[in-house]
């Protein structure tokens, strides 16, 4: 398994501002991943982290609105941009270590709202 | 693509009762199955997995048998907890669609009364 933080772990954030979530993990991994859980819902994968290159995102989701980095082998970041209340979810980021058998393992998770 | 229904919630028990989510799913080939449990205010914790047919996975009592013949995946308990209130999300990856692309259920929220 991984251990793995966020930060934060919750904001309340104007509409039009921007938030930056961190993840870091305790070990190298290459797949990183972020999603999105609205309101009483599931988790909707935003994108896979890739490190050295750009993210690849899910259907739905663009880099303008989510930018992604992933500099190193245990840290991403995600930005929200330009947010409005319906970006009002919980963030988490998830790793695979790569020798779990496709086992991924999530963060606390950042809980944003928007006003 | 693959999709997983899981059984609609909430689910009010007592505590010692005996636990059933039913999780089926549709994919391709063979798609490995988890069980995550969502605590209130907390991330996503991994409760079991099972990756071929016919594997029991296990973990806190919890139990959930990979069942090709009839694709599903049910989570069980025995005997539940007041701790055991949580929310519950059955998913799967791979069987035809990305290999780390986790689809999830809709989640099933459990709740137990002493």
């Known amino acids: ?115 | 693509g693959n999709s997983v229904t899981q059984m609609e919630g909430p689910v009010t028990l007592s505590e010692e009762a005996f636990l059933t989510i039913n999780c089926t799913y549709t994919a391709t080939g063979y798609p490995s199955l988890f069980w995550y449990v969502q605590y209130p205010g907390e991330g996503l914790q991994l409760l079991l997995k099972a990756t071929k047919a016919d594997d029991k996975g296990s973990n806190k009592g919890f139990e959930a048998t990979y069942r090709k013949e009839t694709t599903s995946f049910h989570l069980e308990k025995g005997s539940v907890q007041v701790s055991d209130s949580a929310v519950y999300f059955c998913a799967l990856t791979g069987g035809g669609g990305s290999n780390y692309k986790l689809t999830f259920g809709k989640g099933t929220l459990l709740t137990v009364n002493p």
Not at chain 1, 5 to 12: A, E, G, L, N, Y
């Open chain 1, 1 to 115: 398994s991984a251990v793995i933080s966020q930060k934060p772990s919750r904001d309340i954030c104007q509409r039009g501002t921007s938030l930056t979530i961190q993840c870091q993990v305790d070990s190298q991994v290459t797949m990183m991943f972020w999603y999105r859980q609205q309101p009483g819902q599931s988790l909707t994968l935003i994108a896979t982290a890739n490190q050295g290159s750009e993210a690849t995102y899910e259907s739905g989701f663009v880099i303008d609105k989510f930018p992604i980095s992933r500099p190193n082998l245990t840290f991403s970041t995600l930005t929200v941009s330009n947010m409005s209340p319906e970006d009002s979810s919980i963030y988490l980021c998830s790793v695979e270590p790569g020798q779990s058998g496709k086992t991924q393992y999530f963060g606390p998770g950042t809980r944003l709202l928007v006003l």
